[in-house]
T-cell receptor, first 112, second 117 residues
Framework: AQSVTQLDSHVSVSEGTPVLLRCNYS??????LFWYVQHPNKGLQLLLK??????LVKGINGFEAEFKKSETSFHLTKPSAHMSDAAEYFC??????????FGTGTRLKVLA | NAGVTQTPKFRILKIGQSMTLQCTQD?????MYWYRQDPGMGLKLIYY???????DKGEVPNGYNVSRSTTEDFPLRLELAAPSQTSVYFC????????????????FGPGTRLTVL
């Protein structure tokens, strides 16, 4: 069975400070892991994905995520937040088949 | 390459009316999905399809029907619309069997915002 837990429903950071959005997963198989971003009133856009080639994954807009098997985590980070990063972020786990399990989302607020 | 397209973008229905939400993808994906997203909430899976002619229920299928007669199209039918179906509906697709990719992300459409009054 698979599951994903986003540990924070809301995160607030000041512009220019680091961002950390936390995601823990559970999977019986080697998982695929994804982070999606959803800006207000928009669809979901893929930020990055873990493909087992490297544990540190770089995505768009300066975001990164590190796959830590021992901690079953896939936290999303960015060194310096920008106002345009304010959005909802979803962590997703898949076993590589047609099933995708979504986290409940983390709303990121960026303060000026 | 348009990706996943959805029509209409917005719709207001009266209670008891019916409608079909259209979804088309041009990426030769086998898997297609319908999700709903209520205000301030995450996504809930309504129905999914693993190929033409094959569909199955997700978490919240009641009040909806789907069909998949072609690889490209996956329409979602609402019969007897109810206020509880007011939501934003997203279609998604994944996995082209001709691509040698072990990890396949979902591609999402822009959504249909539905209000039932």
């Amino acid at each position: 069975a698979q599951s994903v837990t986003q540990l924070d429903s809301h995160v607030s950071v000041s512009e220019g400070t680091p961002v950390l959005l936390r995601c823990n997963y559970s999977s019986s198989y080697s998982p695929s892991l994804f982070w999606y971003v959803q800006h207000p009133n928009k669809g979901l856009q893929l930020l990055l994905k873990y493909t087992s080639a490297a544990t540190l994954v770089k995505g768009i807009n300066g975001f990164e995520a590190e796959f830590k098997k021992s901690e079953t985590s896939f936290h999303l980070t960015k060194p310096s937040a920008h106002m345009s990063d304010a959005a909802e972020y979803f962590c997703v786990v898949s076993s590589g088949t047609y099933k995708y399990i979504f986290g409940t989302g983390t709303r990121l607020k960026v303060l000026a | 390459n348009a990706g996943v397209t959805q029509t209409p973008k917005f719709r207001i229905l009266k209670i008891g009316q019916s409608m079909t939400l259209q979804c088309t993808q041009d990426m030769n994906h086998n898997y297609m999905y319908w999700y709903r997203q209520d205000p301030g909430m995450g996504l809930k899976l309504i129905y999914y399809s693993v190929g033409a002619g094959i569909t199955d229920k997700g978490e919240v299928p009641n009040g909806y029907n789907v069909s998949r007669s072609t690889t490209e199209d996956f329409p979602l039918r609402l019969e007897l619309a109810a206020p509880s179906q007011t939501s934003v509906y997203f279609c998604a697709s994944s996995w082209n069997p001709l691509e040698d990719k072990p990890y396949n992300e979902q591609f999402f459409g822009p959504g249909t915002r539905l209000t039932v009054l």
